[in-house]
């Protein structure tokens, strides 16, 4: 009542914003581990074990015939570090601090605040992690090429934001639907450990098969990263566009239902949690 309240320009909102996201992105960084550095080597191996899990079912199951003709590893990777982008993204967006959390108790922190530290912070990790992976297997194992390595960065984007819209919906709805958001998130990330289409690619699927993972916005991106990777692949059964259209109406109605959620938050809810 008696505080003097200062009102700063657009400018200096932006700013203040800004740093408040960075701080939250450093400190989701280093929550699992106090050094930053080891966070990004355990996701490292993580991703280290993903591909080798699926080098050798590959191998044993003599499914490398049925692969892209090149690099057999690159063609794994191109689908691990894409689902894992997704997949971590997601569980991170639906884990990040909700409107009746004590953490917005304290201005200026707010919910869009809370998701992009959380978004940005599984890209950094994601990121630099794919990077650290393809230069020690280009340096220790064999030199490869990738044909359009920009747009195949770009479908990374793609994977990141579709988990970003996906996981702001489920977080919208999770106050009311604890339980089932809970359930839904893990189901969906282990569906997708099929779904997602990086133990094959579109083109050689059959028409019925085609129909059992054409819904999903992760296969398209899966396949159309594979065209951009391999100069030898061109995929005729799967489209850029839509896992585009898709995140930006899950975005929206996400936005719609995080900002309803937010006016009508309530601190009791962390009881039912």
């Not at 054409?214 to 594979?226: G, K, M, V």
Request: glycine share 6%; proline share 4%; aromatic share 14%.
């Amino acid at each position: 009542m008696f505080q003097h309240r200062r009102t700063g320009t657009r400018l200096q909102s932006a700013v203040t914003i800004l740093e408040l996201i960075y701080h939250a992105t450093v400190r989701n960084v280093r929550k699992g581990h106090a050094n930053a550095m080891m966070s990004i080597v355990m996701n490292m191996i993580q991703v280290a074990v993903f591909i080798l899990a699926f080098y050798i079912m590959f191998s044993l199951l003599g499914l490398r015939s049925s692969a892209i003709r090149g690099d057999f590893l690159l063609y794994i990777m191109s689908g691990v570090f894409l689902y894992m982008t997704h997949a971590k993204t997601l569980g991170a967006v639906v884990g990040s601090e909700g409107p009746a959390s004590p953490m917005m108790q304290h201005a200026p922190m707010n919910t869009v605040i809370s998701i992009a530290a959380a978004a940005l912070s599984t890209l950094y990790v994601q990121v630099l992690s794919l990077f650290l992976i393809l230069f020690i297997y280009d340096v220790v194992h064999t030199r490869f090429t990738i044909d359009r390595p920009i747009a195949a960065f770009g479908c990374l984007l793609i994977a990141w934001f579709t988990g970003i819209a996906l996981g702001l919906l489920l977080l919208a709805i999770k106050p009311w639907f604890p339980t089932f958001v809970k359930i839904f998130t893990t189901v969906y990330q282990r569906a997708n450990m099929i779904a997602s289409g990086k133990m094959f690619v579109a083109n050689q699927l059959p028409a019925y098969m085609l129909a059992m993972f054409d819904w999903n916005p992760l296969f398209h991106t899966i396949d159309q990263s594979r065209g951009f990777v391999f100069i030898n692949y061109s995929p005729r059964y799967s489209s850029i566009e839509y896992p585009i259209y898709v995140g930006i109406a899950f975005l929206m109605v996400g936005l719609m239902a995080e900002f309803y959620t937010r006016r009508h938050a309530s601190v009791s809810w962390n009881a039912k949690r």
